[in-house]
């Protein structure tokens, strides 16, 4: 199976983890020789309610059961993402109260900047050095990493970059701006949480020059930081939110939310301003409902506080520099991105799950599902304090 999987499954890296998985459950995934890895990524970010959760499981089997995919987005009324939207209007503050959902993050994010630019009728962007929001030729555009974009150029014109927490750049957004783009904890530059202030400030610069502000919630979102959404621990309300990753609790989707007054553009003028064949599919929308139930139901979301306050504690080593990050989106700095290496790869010997970030090469990431319990948050922590020890 892996040399199938190397050689007829196109690849995104020279040396894949390549794993042959069995089956997952809670915080396992069993291997082809029923092994179980305790999983401290959740798929990075994704399978929020741990694996297979059965009320999850159940919702899905139901909707299969009963219709799939019937029509394209925004034709027919289903069920499913009807009463999706109306709950998260309902757990958004104003004006947040229309959502348009779609396949991934990244295009998510396409939506989002096409919102922007229909709304405001100008064309400038501006995103952060180290920013992360997807891999389509308009997320990608926004990346702040120009060694990632190069061999894909020409992208998108008119981005311009300011540099994340730093105010003095502020003044770069100005009435020529459609959109400021951020992620409200800068994911892959290594957990770098905004500063006192600082979301609240670029919220207060794009209103006074008819900006308006993007945040990127795909890895906090859905509970991850001890707030169904990251931004109400700043006190900034974005105009467009971006989501994925956990929504579905494992299954593929993204969304937009902003008012109904600014959605409304997307229908006239052109219509059909944003098309997807498969987006708000009921399937995915029954698994959203679900994993939002289940959110509360299990109080997940402020226990991720306090299972952030038990690794903080027992994650206490020398070669340690730092934790960063908030609830259940952590990430340990090690010394040396050998170090952050040796780190992964070791733990997968022993069969625990970790991973890298993406830019910040001396960070190992923590985003365990957030069912996970204190008891397998020791185990995992005693063997990547016993691998510290050794390497
Ligand atoms: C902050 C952020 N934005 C956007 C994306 C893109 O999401 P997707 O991979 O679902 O397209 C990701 C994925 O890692 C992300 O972390």
Request: proline share 4%; with cysteine; hydrophobic share 45%.
């Amino acid at each position: 199976m892996t040399e199938d999987f190397l050689t007829y499954q196109a690849q995104t890296t020279l040396h894949p983890l390549a794993m042959e998985v069995s089956k997952a459950s809670g915080s396992f995934i069993y291997d082809q020789k029923g092994q179980p890895h305790l999983d401290f990524v959740a798929g990075v970010s994704a399978c929020s309610v741990g694996h297979c959760h059965p009320k999850l499981v159940r919702a899905i089997q139901e909707q299969v059961a009963s219709y799939m995919h019937v029509m394209v987005y925004g034709e027919y009324v289903q069920s499913a993402a009807v009463s999706y939207t109306k709950k998260l209007a309902g757990l958004l503050p104003a004006p947040l109260n229309c959502t348009y959902l779609v396949n991934s993050g990244t295009e998510a994010m396409e939506g989002a900047i096409k919102l922007a630019r229909r709304v405001t009728g100008r064309t400038e962007l501006i995103a952060a050095h180290h920013s992360y929001h997807g891999n389509t030729m308009g997320s990608l555009s926004l990346m702040g990493y120009e060694d990632r974009k190069t061999s894909f150029r020409p992208l998108i014109p008119d981005v311009r970059f300011i540099h994340f927490n730093a105010f003095i750049e502020l003044d770069l957004i100005t009435e020529k701006t459609a959109a400021v783009v951020l992620e409200t904890i800068q994911g892959g530059a290594g957990f770098i949480m905004p500063n006192l202030g600082y979301l609240k400030a670029v919220k207060e610069r794009c209103l006074s020059v008819g900006a308006l502000l993007i945040l990127d919630e795909i890895q906090p979102g859905f509970g991850r930081t001890g707030a169904l959404f990251a931004f109400e621990h700043f006190d900034c309300i974005p105009d467009i939110l971006v989501m994925g990753k956990g929504m579905a609790g494992g299954l593929p989707v993204g969304a937009f939310v902003s008012s109904k007054e600014y959605m409304d553009t997307l229908k006239d003028k052109p219509s059909l301003g944003h098309i997807t064949t498969f987006g708000g599919n009921p399937v995915i929308a029954s698994a959203c409902k679900a994993t939002l139930d289940i959110l509360f139901e299990e109080d997940l979301i402020r226990q991720s506080l306090e299972k952030e306050a038990h690794f903080r504690k027992r994650l206490q080593h020398s070669k340690i520099k730092e934790i960063r990050g908030k609830g259940l989106m952590l990430a340990i700095i090690l010394e040396t991105p050998e170090q952050a290496n040796s780190l992964v790869l070791h733990a997968a010997k022993k069969q625990l799950i970790l991973f890298w970030l993406l830019f910040e090469k001396r960070a190992v990431r923590l985003s365990p599902p957030l069912t996970i319990s204190i008891e397998e948050i020791d185990k995992g922590c005693d063997i990547i304090l016993e691998i510290l020890d050794a390497i």
